[in-house]
């Protein structure tokens, strides 16, 4: 596991108390909305305002320390999962996500039918569903007959949750490690 700050600098990246908390923020919450790092990042540092939060994963989505995903309908989400061509899979009755690996072989997902004479590094997938523990329940505990909620009620609702339980785990929890470029981080957010 890589030391954040030897990251940072080999990155280019000046290192500061900020980003630091900021790269080990999405590390330890991946899949987590701007707001959930700025959060978490207060509680390990102190004060530090959402301008630098926001400023902080700009320049480390930039140098392709960390990842932002933005689902459709969704706010912009970020994870420390980089340098692979992973997709995600997202509930659309709780909002959770979880990283899928490539379907078959390395990065079939890269090989456009008609590429239009691009050179593709990257492709997009989000597959979309109901996770098994939204399954288990009963029809009467979703927002509609059809059991489906709007996405952007789901990501607040994902939002306030987790927020919560950020809260709990703040006081009796350790400092979070980096992990970079892993696969082990495909534990549902």
Do not use: F
């Amino acid at each position: 596991m890589p030391d954040p700050a030897k990251l940072l600098r080999k990155h280019g990246v000046q290192v500061t108390a900020q980003r630091l908390a900021v790269l080990r923020a999405v590390s330890a919450r991946p899949h987590g909305m701007a707001d959930e790092v700025a959060e978490y990042v207060r509680a390990e540092i102190g004060t530090i305002s959402r301008q630098a939060v926001y400023d902080a994963l700009a320049i480390l989505a930039e140098k392709g320390l960390i990842r932002r995903i933005q689902p459709a309908g969704s706010r912009t989400l970020y994870e420390d999962r980089v340098g692979d061509n992973h997709h995600h899979l997202i509930c659309r009755t709780c909002g959770n996500m979880v990283d899928i690996d490539c379907a078959v072989g390395d990065t079939p997902c890269l090989t456009a039918a008609d590429d239009s004479g691009y050179q593709i590094d990257e492709a997009e997938v989000v597959y979309w569903g109901t996770c098994p523990d939204c399954l288990t329940q009963t029809p009467s505990s979703t927002d509609d007959s059809s059991g489906n909620q709007p996405i952007k009620h789901v990501l607040q609702k994902k939002c306030d949750s987790d927020t919560k339980n950020q809260q709990r785990n703040t006081s009796n929890s350790d400092q979070p490690t980096l992990g970079i470029n892993h696969k082990e981080n495909s534990h549902v957010r």
